[in-house]
């Protein structure tokens, strides 16, 4: 049972990381460049134009806005298209699955290991500039398990969106929606010190540091800005907000799986 | 000598087994309507079988016919686990392979090597045992270097000998097989008919739908009918199959209708 739904999660990645790259002559190569431009443009936007001044770090070498934010935008980006993702890869599978049984979960799977995959480069291409501005230290491990914990929290709202995007499709649009509201609810293109105590009578900085996607975002930006450990309550948190998501997605998924294919 | 003995291993056991689809009439399409409309959901349900229970022996061939929309196709999906059936069981042994329509578990936008893979991953084959299997399956097939096309270029005739070859080549216990055969050529038909043979010396257990009621009874050890979703007799496949074409000849089946409310 494992060793097919392992074959399929590898069938489905190797199916989705071969469809991003068809028909491309630079192919993989795109999954640098566009990391690489994006950093460009957010130095030009942030460090020339609005001057924006970054958070301290202890040795001050890579003080740059732009590394500051692309490093929280490496694990930002993964979440939002795993969670994008898992509602295209299971409409992807929905007319197969009417004509064949399959674990139907192995699909998101596959495709979040090729997403993985790909922001794994992302994330080599920040360290190697890292690397470049002297900044850099055994914290770096950190790094993956940001992404790790990113992607594993995104997977268990992914299966539970994918299944309501099954039967409305409105779900798309309003996951969209409500994705571009998350992205300014926490500390990405503003540091945290920005935000105030307490607006219109809410505990907003409170509020922000709630969202699991805050923990996991600090775990990254400790791992390669501020080249900390992170703290032991800022991993756990972070740990048992993506089991939680995941085991609780999953097994939603699972109950209502076997509807797909009566989906008219 | 019934199907129901159950003194021989049985391959696929089907017992007491309905089937409902809920289709809900202008069903909301948006989730703006079904808010709007919360609690007047306007469900129909449709027993597609109801009770049905049989048993397939091991490594023999299994006829099942039946009007359009008896819920054959669906029995059969059900044994495939595609669908949960709504009440009673259904138990196979062995690994089970299905040619259940056309393009049966092809995606359009792999190509058919591709999709061979992925098939086999789905019934727990690794590469290796699909990379061996793969120039039998091609040379069974017919498809030739169309292989690395995307199946969605395949005319219907490709997909299906695509299809059966790659589902006889996976070497399953249980095949189950609905009407694909009559798509492909006379050649082809051929082909696979005296594969069948094969299948039947391998001592394979084979699930048949069809409506070809000559080929039910050359091919099969054993039939049964089904009427409206419930099964109307199981046995020898003549005497199954005459019952059958007596009741279509007195005009008393209705072939247009399936819901039952």
Redesign the interface.
Known sequence: MI??SL??V??FAE?ETK?RYKRSALGWLWSLIKPLVTVAVYSLVFGVIYRAAPPVTANGRAETFALYLFTGLVVWNLFTEVVTGSMQWLQ??S????????PTETVILGGAVSTFLQSVLEAMVLVAIMIGFGNISATVVFLPVALVLVAVFGLGIGFVVSIFNAR????EH?VGIVLSVTFFLIPIVFTPDLVPEEAYGLPVRRMMELNPLNAIVAVSRDAVYFLEVPSLSRLATAAGWAAGSFGLGLLYFRRRS?QI??E? | MSASSGSEAAAIAVEGVSKR??LELD??????E?ILRFGRRDVRDFWVLQDVSLRVRSGSFFGLIGHNGSGKSTLL?LI?????ATRGEIRTAGRLS?L??L????????TGR?NV???????????RQMAAAMDEIIEFSGIGEQIDAPVKIYSSGMYVRLGFAVAVNVDPQILLVDEVIAVGDEEFQQKCLRHMDQIRAAGKTVLVVSHDSALIRSLCDEAAWLDHGRLRCVGDPDTVVDRYLDHVASGASDPTLTARD
């Open positions: 060793r097919t074959m399929l590898r069938n199916r469809a992807g599978v007319d197969l699955r009417k004509k064949i049984y399959f409305y499709r409105d779900t309003l076997m294919s009566e008219p | 689809f809920r069903r909301p399409g948006s989730l703006k079904a999906r495939a686990g595609i669908h949960r299905a259940l329509e393009g049966s578990g092809f995606h359009p936008d792999l591709e893979f992925l098939n086999g991953a789905m019934l727990g084959l690794g590469r």
